[in-house]
């Protein structure tokens, strides 16, 4: 069964949208790359139990099927060729907020959904007074990215909340209660495989001065305004904060702040975001990083590792020309 033959599977069994040959470039916030094989934006978890059966039936070929696990598109690159394979995307019906009964003392449990926008997580939480996510209304990701990633800002992370998270096993067809041990959190990463799909998350919060919590939250979003590029095409950090040191001033002290590679260019006012102007393909952005990397590698000799992730096949160039 070839992945068209399964999309016409899919669009019989599942009540959320499937695509063939579906522009990525939409879902990202660099807004670059091409299509991927197959898409599916599942309404509910039986639309992801529908895509687990319909791969088992594959067989062998079934396992050997690329997922990608897509939220906000807001740390990814998709190559200009596209990807092969399949992105699974959770529909508006993943997005909700509520609050539940603590599980831990002098705490607040708040469950989302994982489409939930980070933001709109944040908003929620600050109306109420409560503490612990305030640095998430400057980060444009979704509650399953955000898992997925250990995102973080501000000095906080979300492993220092979370507290529980469902998790969707396309292999096993289960869902399954992941504990912060179990889902082996480091610096902007899990142990989340491909095809285990984050559904919601619960928080351990604490009640608070909702007057505080506001102030805290607007700190955040006047540094990120003040610090970082806004509205232009980019992905956030372009790399991870190697120890003890800053990765922007690294790039900056490299002499790199303002290079460009094709559209693809280093912001003057933060190194660390590289921002995509009109025109510029993925495969830009990729040798941007690459000759970046090389640069600060030779002269500091610290390799920086990157946080956004590459999707799909780019070239490797290492004569790329670098305009300052």
Known sequence: MSLGALAEVLRASVTGRVETDFPLARLTTYKLGGPVELYLEPDGIDDLVALGKSLEELGSAGGRVPILAIGRGSNVVVSDAGIAGIAVRLGPKFSWIKQAESTLPGSVSVIAGASTPLPQLANWA???????????????????????????????????????????????LTVEERTPPTLGFAYRRSTLGEKEIVLEARFSLKAGDRDTVRARMDACRRHRSETQPGALQNAGSVFKNPPGASAGRLVEEAGLKGSRIGGASVSTLHANFFIAAEGARAQDVYDLVNVVKARVLERFGVELTPEIRFLGEFEERANAEVTP
């Open 126 to 172: 600050g109306r109420r007074g409560l503490e612990g996510l305030e640095y998430m209304v400057s980060i444009p990701g979704s509650v399953g990215g955000a898992v997925r990633m250990n995102a973080g800002a501000h000095g906080s992370e979300v492993q220092g909340a979370v507290e529980l998270v469902a998790v969707f096993d396309i292999d096993t």
